[in-house]
């Protein structure tokens, strides 16, 4: 029997799953992340501790599969995107925590970026390119803006604001991490036993980072022009079927791992590997993973998708030359909204809010905004602000429970509806994951509103699934996308109810209402 060690490190926790060849959960282990806040708007995770948590989840789920480290056959990986740090990876000096994609310092630079000469200028030049070509790609360029999400801006920051940071650039000792290069790296170096280790980074990674030209397929050397930031600062930029990831170096995990090399067969981003884990292979086929925010992601095929409306193209995936695109949609908070109903007493556990919306036949005329971090596409109003309006008398904590969790619909869809105006392809079936996809009411509300069946998969894992069916699909395991069809294995189909289709978008209007009352707030 085969098995494969499937590392997922997220925004909120650090996890290893141990599967076999028939993708059966062997064993699981799972950590939280230590976020922390040190300012408003700042979102950091310490490296080091990271590290150990890293470690020791991979150390924990063979062990508790009751494997020696040998047995594992190859280990496949997921992270989230757009986090990264810049350290001499040469001496171990981190010039500042990893900078996670929640993170707002940037908040003042992209405003002055989207408002500057050198933006305005841009989006000239490619409107009058537009008229000249008639291509959307131009069209596109016309309306880009810089977004806190992104990683330029908050590397800007860090170059223009950081003492050690900027010392350390006149003596060309730094480099910038994506947080997959540095896992890589750690695996792979022993820990930077081996600081000669090639610095490289999954395409899919670099493709959201907003330095990287999805066009093109290599790091956008607009950015430079736009921003200053070397090229050669940014890892390599390696496809899905790169075969040189070579093996975890076994310093770090005690004497069972000594003279054990499990290969690492392969790296992705974590949205892209929930894209994977959904089976979502076709043109047209489409997944929303809920979970700390929300992703939506449309398979495009072989064309990148410019899009005018704040949708992102991004890569889906690239095997040898050919490459398949997504264009995706963000609402970044969701998972976030529902734990800070818990923190306020709204419920003791997230898992009553079902319950508590279905309580109630409506919100008794309230609304959330759910904005933390502002609204992405089609509102595109990061100065948006959060907040309940309608609230009277007769309003009880049930209706507040219940517009939470109607907000945090509308804005997916809303992002439906964008990516079906955007590409022009109907979509058919919507594949969620995530956490908050366990619940029902939110699933029977998204496929209500918007129309489509909602098909939520048993195992809500699917960015562990992705990384496994990645490293599986490398190693020689299985030999196609065809290959994996025989693991997927449906919860529930969601079906929408057409009745309530009517009231619902009634609702949604008064719902958009409320967002132009709490927007450009801040």
């Given at each position: 029997?085969?098995?494969?060690?499937?590392?997922?490190?997220?925004?909120?926790?650090?996890?290893?799953?141990?599967?076999?060849?028939?993708?059966?959960?062997?064993?699981?282990?799972?950590?939280?992340?230590?976020?922390?806040?040190?300012?408003?708007?700042?979102?950091?995770?310490?490296?080091?501790?990271?590290?150990?948590?890293?470690?020791?989840?991979?150390?924990?789920?063979?062990?508790?599969?009751?494997?020696?480290?040998?047995?594992?056959?190859?280990?496949?990986?997921?992270?989230?995107?757009?986090?990264?740090?810049?350290?001499?990876?040469?001496?171990?000096?981190?010039?500042?925590?990893?900078?996670?994609?929640?993170?707002?310092?940037?908040?003042?630079?992209?405003?002055?970026?989207?408002?500057?000469?050198?933006?305005?200028?841009?989006?000239?030049?490619?409107?009058?390119?537009?008229?000249?070509?008639?291509?959307?790609?131009?069209?596109?360029?016309?309306?880009?803006?810089?977004?806190?999400?992104?990683?330029?801006?908050?590397?800007?920051?860090?170059?223009?604001?950081?003492?050690?940071?900027?010392e350390a650039l006149k003596r060309k000792c730094v480099r910038v991490e994506l947080l997959?290069?540095?896992?890589?790296?750690?695996?792979?170096?022993?820990?930077?036993?081996?600081?000669?280790?090639?610095?490289?980074?999954?395409?899919?990674?670099?493709?959201?980072?907003?330095?990287?030209?999805?066009?093109?397929?290599?790091?956008?050397?607009?950015?430079?022009?736009?921003?200053?930031?070397?090229?050669s600062l940014l890892p390599k930029i390696v496809n899905n079927s790169y075969k040189d990831?070579?093996?975890?170096?076994?310093?770090?995990?005690?004497?069972?791992?000594?003279?054990?090399?499990?290969?690492?067969?392969?790296?992705?981003?974590?949205?892209?590997?929930?894209?994977?884990?959904?089976?979502?292979?076709?043109?047209?086929?489409?997944?929303?993973?809920?979970?700390?925010?929300?992703?939506?992601?449309?398979?495009?095929?072989?064309?990148?998708?410019?899009?005018?409306?704040?949708?992102?193209?991004?890569?889906?995936?690239?095997?040898?030359?050919?490459?398949?695109?997504?264009?995706?949609?963000?609402?970044?908070?969701?998972?976030?909204?529902?734990?800070?109903?818990?923190?306020?007493?709204?419920?003791?556990?997230?898992?009553?809010?079902?319950?508590?919306?279905?309580?109630?036949?409506?919100?008794?005329?309230?609304?959330?905004?759910?904005?933390?971090?502002?609204?992405?596409?089609?509102?595109?109003?990061?100065?948006?602000?959060?907040?309940?309006?309608?609230?009277?008398?007769?309003?009880?904590?049930?209706?507040?429970?219940?517009?939470?969790?109607?907000?945090?619909?509308?804005?997916?869809?809303?992002?439906?509806?964008?990516?079906?105006?955007?590409?022009?392809?109907?979509?058919?079936?919507?594949?969620?994951?995530?956490?908050?996809?366990?619940?029902?009411?939110?699933?029977?509300?998204?496929?209500?509103?918007?129309?489509?069946?909602?098909?939520?998969?048993?195992?809500?894992?699917?960015?562990?699934?992705?990384?496994?069916?990645?490293?599986?699909?490398?190693s020689g395991m299985w030999n196609s996308f065809q290959d994996l069809a025989q693991f997927?294995?449906?919860?529930?189909?969601?079906?929408?109810?057409?009745?309530?289709?009517?009231?619902?978008?009634?609702?949604?209007?008064?719902?958009?209402?409320?967002?132009?009352?709490?927007?450009?707030?801040?």
């Open positions: 029997m085969s098995y494969i060690a499937a590392l997922d490190v997220g925004t909120t926790t650090v996890r290893c799953f141990v599967l076999n060849e028939k993708c059966e959960i062997k064993s699981c282990s799972v950590e939280q992340v230590q976020l922390l806040n040190p300012k408003a708007g700042y979102f950091e995770i310490e490296p080091e501790g990271l590290w150990q948590q890293i470690v020791r989840v991979i150390q924990n789920a063979v062990k508790d599969a009751a494997l020696e480290p040998s047995q594992i056959s190859c280990l496949g990986i997921s992270s989230q995107r757009c986090t990264f740090l810049t350290w001499n990876h040469k001496t171990q000096e981190y010039f500042h925590n990893f900078i996670t994609w929640k993170d707002l310092r940037s908040d003042t630079l992209v405003d002055e970026f989207n408002n500057s000469v050198a933006m305005k200028t841009l989006n000239n030049c490619a409107y009058a390119l537009y008229l000249l070509t008639r291509s959307n790609r131009f069209l596109a360029g016309s309306v880009l803006k810089m977004m806190n999400g992104q990683v330029t801006l908050r590397l800007l920051y860090e170059i223009q604001n950081n003492t050690r940071l900027k997959d290069s540095w896992i890589l790296y750690k695996l792979r170096s022993g820990n930077g036993k081996n600081p000669q280790v090639e610095h490289i980074s999954d395409v899919t990674s670099c493709t959201a980072t907003g330095l990287f030209d999805p066009f093109q397929l290599q790091w956008s050397p607009m950015m430079k022009m736009l921003t200053g930031i070397e090229v990831y070579g093996c975890i170096d076994p310093e770090d995990f005690g004497p069972q791992w000594k003279d054990c090399r499990i290969p690492i067969t392969s790296s992705i981003s974590d949205q892209c590997a929930a894209i994977f884990g959904s089976q979502c292979f076709k043109k047209g086929d489409v997944k929303i993973t809920m979970g700390t925010g929300a992703f939506l992601d449309l398979i495009t095929g072989d064309k990148c998708h410019a899009s005018l409306k704040g949708m992102y193209p991004l890569v889906a995936w690239q095997y040898a030359k050919e490459t398949t695109f997504c264009v995706e949609g963000a609402a970044h908070d969701m998972g976030t909204i529902i734990a800070w109903g818990q923190s306020c007493g709204l419920y003791a556990n997230p898992s009553e809010t079902e319950a508590m919306a279905e309580a109630v036949e409506d919100t008794n005329g309230v609304y959330f905004v759910p904005a933390f971090s502002g609204l992405g596409a089609p509102i595109n109003d990061h100065k948006a602000a959060s907040g309940f309006i309608g609230i009277t008398p007769s309003t009880q904590k049930e209706h507040l429970v219940r517009a939470l969790l109607e907000s945090i619909v509308f804005r997916l869809v809303k992002l439906v509806e964008t990516a079906e105006e955007e590409t022009k392809q109907q979509l058919k079936i919507l594949r969620v994951d995530g956490g908050v996809s366990r619940n029902n009411f939110v699933c029977q509300f998204l496929a209500n509103a918007t129309g489509i069946c909602v098909e939520r998969a048993r195992n809500a894992e699917s960015s562990i699934m992705g990384a496994a069916y990645a490293a599986g699909l490398n997927r294995d449906v919860d529930r189909c969601f079906e929408p109810q057409a009745q309530k289709y009517n009231e619902i978008r009634d609702r949604l209007n008064v719902w958009l209402k409320a967002v132009e009352r709490f927007g450009h707030w801040y």
